[in-house]
């Protein structure tokens, strides 16, 4: 059974820094594509980062410069780091993953900036 487990959302100021992690169960982690999506209230989910097994990241425009994707394939976790975080980065964030034609998602990390 695949598991997904996003921690490190909540709370913080225009200009702050959050880093979410997700851990991964139940699956060949270092062949998967690792990707994070956001879901802000009454909008559709969007991609964000996403970090191929093998090949290039690539970002949504609104972050490129600010987030960063990584893979930690020991631990079979992925992170997003979050800079220069600014109000409409407010949003659930979902870690999702990609292995051949499947695809799991976490349950969810609520990121929160505001003054």
């Known amino acids: 059974q695949v598991q997904l487990v996003e921690s490190g959302g909540g709370l913080v100021q225009p200009g702050g820094s959050l880093r979410l992690s997700c851990a991964a169960s139940g699956l060949l982690f270092n062949f998967a594509a690792m990707a994070w999506y956001r879901q802000a209230p009454g909008k559709e989910r969007e991609l964000v980062a996403r970090l191929p097994s093998r090949g290039a990241t690539n970002y949504a425009d609104s972050v490129k410069g600010r987030f960063t994707i990584s893979r930690d394939n020991a631990k079979n976790t992925v992170y997003l780091q979050m800079n220069s975080l600014k109000p409409e980065d407010t949003a659930v964030y979902y870690c999702?993953?990609?292995?051949?034609?499947?695809?799991?998602w976490g349950q969810g990390t609520q990121v929160t900036v505001s003054s």
């Open positions: 999702n993953a990609q292995l051949s034609v499947s695809s799991y």
